[in-house]
């Protein structure tokens, strides 16, 4: 099989390279999976870069999600059968196959191949970002930057379908129609007077939630948007200067600070908090409720030009990978 391999840390251009391997057979309460699709996240570019908060041990093959049908089961496993569609949470999804405990591999309903595979990245933190930090009402509004990422798009859809309103800050305008239609209330193009214009937009009425994959100057403007008691999440960054708050903002307007990273999250969640989670998300992303834009689709062989793609600015979605096209 092929396997997208790093032996060092880098540039992903000059570190990432396919290689031939023998697939693992699978040994008790495992199974074997062949990978149909699999994202490339910022995350994943991050860890290759070395720049994550979490390094794997080398040689390894990046990819944290996909999704695969499985092609062989070891023995005792009973869950899971031949040819059923699974997510693949085990990592390494850059290959066309992958071997890893039968618990590892989520059962899937008939639905888009490629939307499955995106299942937790980008819906599982837009749901945890509006779930856990505030106790959000029908009709409130959350702030947000990056919002055409894939998170930030998550983010609309999930807000409509609860009834939340969301005020989206982007960087170019001629996504704002494509966010509208996704169910944004209102979109503005960057951060000057941001606290200005989100209470024209929402006729002054208090922001309690605001969330942030950018960081830099427009983390403190995002302070500013807020309503007295308001938490900001960070959860990505972009801009690599510190971001900066006033000290004022946490005194006298009591404003929480908090990150949020997924990853952890997974480390410390119950079982029964995953299970919920996936009970929640798999529904809407098979169904088409809930859906992420793909720019482009490459083979394992053109992983050079589809790192390039998915770290270039001006892609529309997540570019993907297809290992067994």
Same mark, same amino acid.
């Given at each position: 099989?092929?396997?997208?391999?790093?032996?060092?840390?880098?540039?992903?251009?000059?570190?990432?390279?396919?290689?031939?391997?023998?697939?693992?057979?699978?040994?008790?309460?495992?199974?074997?999976?062949?990978?149909?699709?699999?994202?490339?996240?910022? +995350? =994943? $570019?991050?860890? !290759?870069?070395?720049?994550?908060?979490?390094?794997?041990?080398?040689? *390894? @093959?990046? &990819?944290?999600?996909?999704?695969?049908?499985?092609?062989?089961?070891?023995?005792?496993?009973?869950?899971?059968?031949?040819?059923?569609?699974?997510?693949?949470?085990?990592?390494?999804?850059?290959?066309?196959?992958?071997?890893?405990?039968?618990?590892?591999?989520?059962?899937?309903?008939?639905?888009?191949?490629?939307?499955?595979?995106?299942?937790?990245?980008?819906?599982?933190?837009?749901?945890?970002?509006?779930?856990?930090?505030?106790?959000?009402?029908?009709?409130?509004?959350?702030?947000?930057?990056?919002?055409?990422?894939?998170?930030?798009?998550?983010?609309?859809?999930?807000?409509?379908?609860?009834?939340?309103?969301?005020?989206?800050?982007?960087?170019?305008?001629?996504?704002?129609?494509?966010?509208?239609?996704?169910? +944004? =209330? $209102?979109?503005? !193009?960057?951060?000057?007077?941001?606290?200005?214009?989100?209470?024209? *937009? @929402?006729? &002054?009425?208090?922001?309690?939630?605001?969330?942030?994959?950018?960081?830099?100057?427009?983390?403190?403007?995002?302070?500013?948007?807020?309503?007295?008691?308001?938490?900001?999440?960070?959860?990505?960054?972009?801009?690599?200067?510190?971001?900066?708050?006033?000290?004022?903002?946490?005194?006298?307007?009591?404003?929480?600070?908090?990150?949020?990273?997924?990853?952890?999250?997974?480390?410390?969640?119950?079982?029964?908090?995953?299970?919920?989670?996936?009970?929640?998300?798999?529904?809407?992303?098979?169904?088409?409720?809930?859906?992420?834009?793909?720019?482009?689709?490459?083979?394992?062989?053109?992983?050079?030009?589809?790192?390039?793609?998915?770290?270039?600015?001006?892609?529309?979605?997540?570019?993907?990978?297809?290992?067994?096209?």
């Amino acid at each position: 099989m092929k396997a997208i391999t790093y032996n060092q840390m880098g540039d992903p251009g000059d570190v990432l390279r396919v290689v031939e391997a023998s697939p693992r057979r699978p040994g008790p309460g495992e199974v074997r999976v062949e990978v149909l699709s699999a994202p490339i996240h910022n +995350a =994943d $570019v991050l860890k !290759v870069m070395g720049l994550y908060g979490r390094s794997p041990a080398l040689p *390894a @093959t990046p &990819g944290g999600e996909g999704v695969g049908r499985v092609v062989e089961v070891g023995e005792g496993v009973t869950r899971l059968a031949e040819g059923a569609t699974v997510f693949i949470s085990t990592g390494a999804t850059w290959a066309q196959q992958v071997t890893g405990p039968a618990a590892a591999f989520v059962p899937l309903p008939p639905g888009d191949l490629d939307q499955l595979a995106m299942l937790v990245s980008s819906p599982a933190t837009a749901h945890l970002l509006l779930s856990d930090f505030a106790d959000l009402s029908e009709g409130d509004w959350v702030v947000q930057t990056a919002a055409n990422s894939a998170v930030g798009s998550a983010v609309i859809q999930l807000a409509k379908a609860r009834g939340l309103r969301t005020v989206n800050v982007v960087r170019r305008a001629e996504v704002a129609p494509d966010l509208e239609k996704l169910g +944004a =209330d $209102v979109v503005l !193009v960057g951060t000057d007077d941001l606290a200005g214009r989100v209470a024209e *937009a @929402t006729g &002054g009425a208090p922001v309690r939630l605001a969330l942030d994959a950018v960081g830099g100057p427009g983390f403190a403007r995002l302070v500013d948007a807020l309503a007295m008691g308001g938490t900001l999440v960070s959860y990505s960054q972009v801009v690599l200067e510190p971001a900066a708050i006033a000290p004022a903002d946490l005194i006298f307007k009591q404003i929480t600070v908090k990150g949020f990273w997924l990853s952890q999250w997974f480390t410390e969640a119950s079982d029964a908090d995953k299970q919920a989670l996936f009970g929640q998300l798999v529904p809407l992303v098979a169904s088409g409720r809930l859906t992420l834009a793909v720019d482009s689709i490459y083979t394992l062989d053109r992983i050079t030009e589809a790192v390039a793609r998915a770290m270039g600015g001006r892609r529309n979605g997540k570019v993907m990978l297809h290992p067994n096209p």
